[in-house]
């Protein structure tokens, strides 16, 4: 079985995970099936449903349902707050910039799941109204799907809802944990100056779980 490598300074915690979940609702769905030259991925939102389910749905010709029906193990990934650490920047006390090793910075969230697929038409809109109260604005009046609105009863049978029992998580965070105190007061001013997608929010990340020297 495959796993995320996982240093002990980057592994992060439950409530890291969790609280990550909270505020972000995309992902890839990957379904092995059996004996598949290739795992299905699928690009997905998803609704976390507190500490152990997550609610999803897809169009019935999507063919991650034949390799759930083959397998219900499936992986739903998450990467979030990414971003690129420059050569210069890594170099540790004593080593020329120039000798420096660049690397990533990132989390990386991966939950291995129990697969249940539902069709219930009932079920099916309960998911539907979840992921609506979620992902549409406040004062929406698109929440509350129904078999009461005719192009609700006449696009439901094209889909096919999902429910996700969490099993395990793989969780890393990956913040310059086992860098000197120097360096990553160093980096986390690189990154404040060059401001780039993500700088600030791995920055973030970098002072706060960098441990103690």
Known sequence: MGTMLIHPWDQASKDEWQALLRTVDFGQLVAAGREHEYPVVVPTHFLHRGAD???????????????????????????ADYTYIEAAWDAEDGVPPEH????????????????????????????????????????????????EVETDRRLLPGIR????????????????????????????????????????????????RSRPD
């Open 53 to 79: 389910e997550l609610w999803l749905h897809f169009a019935r010709p999507n063919p991650v349902w034949r390799a759930i029906e083959e397998n219900p193990h499936v992986v739903l990934a998450v990467i």
């Open 100 to 147: 420096g090793v660049p690397t990533s910075y990132y989390t990386g969230v991966q939950l291995r799941c129990r697969a249940e697929i539902v069709d219930d038409p009932a079920e099916k809109f309960a998911i539907l109204a979840a992921q609506l109260r979620h992902l549409e604005p406040e004062g929406s009046l698109r929440v509350t799907p129904s078999a």
């Open 161 to 208: 809802g999902l429910r996700l029992s969490i099993e395990s998580v793989q969780a890393k965070m990956k913040y310059g944990g086992n860098k000197s105190a120097v360096t990553r007061a160093r980096i986390a001013d690189q990154l404040a100056s060059r401001d780039g997608p993500g700088d600030l929010a791995v920055r973030s990340h970098l002072l706060r």
